[in-house]
């Protein structure tokens, strides 16, 4: 073989091929055309059973799919920590709560605590405090994100594409730094709301943040390409997980939902927003897969069986509340390793730093000091 032929072959993926981009986009289009028809099975609320024993923390928890998530959970007897930026707005939610709820049983065991993902300090110190309790932790939601659709590029104080930051790495540093608590609840289970868009999303690791001018920056390039980043990370984090931690990890679709992401989008989305409200989820119907990932029994015994395959890959699950694949893309080995290697670097951990934590030992994050 030559060595123009060579380095061709070796040439790096640069984005998705058109074919792939079909088909992701065939998926999106799907899900939203269909999505009520095939979720149409499904009771609304979804039903839940008594989960006093479990203790939740769901980010994002005081709009759309995180507030439905953290009302329902609570309402099922679960301990409940909205991590939230806007905790005033959080404890207003709770004393609401709390009203609509007296006179049905105990009181709802609801306490919120600040978390700002787009910063990572915030996310440390978070851990920090959480941890200092020595609790168990049984569940944990990776719920908040965002979509500026339409804006320009924006980045976070520290550096980063704010769509990569908020939807990929804060949810990556929080879910290893809290592995000591999550191990001490076990089984428990990390639970990742993604989205369908990742079947139309590219990522480089070399340029996670999209500034090398390869490719030209879009909001949706922003928000598909951290979710897909998402879906690899923890494709590789359940394939490393040791199978005695008993730590289940899952992504997930809401389906198309109605949220207050609509407030940001340009007003002619909005009134075509408006003028299709069949298609859209509501926020409790969009909390589904959310709840039935949190909840179902079958998930740790999926994710064992996951585990042993020779691809690294966690469940998948629609919007449908049923086990899909997600895309190709995020089916690549070797991207899926670089990006969890890159996403270490990035949120300022050792590359080791999964096995410390699980040794329980302390580890050095470059946003702070992390605490056991």
Sequence with gaps: MSSE?????????????WIELIKGWGCVFHEFLFQRFMASHLQNPFPLPSLNHLTCIVTGSTSGIGRET????????????????????AHELIQQWQKDWSGKGLPL??????????????VVEFCNVWNARLSPLHVLINN??????????????????????????????????LLPSLIR???????????????????DPDDMNVV???????????????????????????KRLPLETR??????????????????????VQVQYALIPYF?????EGCRSTLFSATDCQIPKHCEKLKTDDKPICPFISQDCKHTKPSEEAHNVETANRVWEKTIELIGLPLDALERLIEGEEVQCRYGTHQQ
């Excluded at 976070?156 to 990929?168: C, F, I, L, R």
């Design 5 to 17: 032929t060579l380095s061709l072959t070796k040439k790096k993926k640069e984005a998705l091929g």
């Design 70 to 89: 953290a009302r329902q959970l609570a309402e099922a007897g679960a301990h409940v920590v909205m991590a939230v930026r806007n905790t005033k707005a």
């Design 109 to 122: 065991n609801l306490e919120a605590m600040e978390l700002d993902l787009l910063s990572l300090g915030s």
């Design 144 to 177: 908040a994100g965002i979509f500026s659709m339409g804006e320009e590029q924006k980045f976070s104080k520290d550096g980063y594409e704010q769509h990569m930051q908020v939807n990929h790495l804060a949810p990556a540093l929080l879910s290893l730094l």
């Design 185 to 203: 609840g076990t089984p428990s289970r990390i639970i990742n709301v993604n989205s369908v868009m990742h079947y139309v999303g590219f990522v």
């Design 212 to 238: 090398s001018g390869k490719r030209k920056f879009t909001s949706l390039v922003g928000y598909s390409g951290s979710k897909l980043a998402q879906v690899m990370f923890s494709n590789v984090l359940l």
């Design 247 to 268: 730590i289940s990890v899952v992504c997930l679709s809401p389906g198309i939902v109605l949220t207050n992401v609509a407030r940001d989008l340009p007003r002619y």
């Design 280 to 284: 859209i989820f509501s926020p409790q």
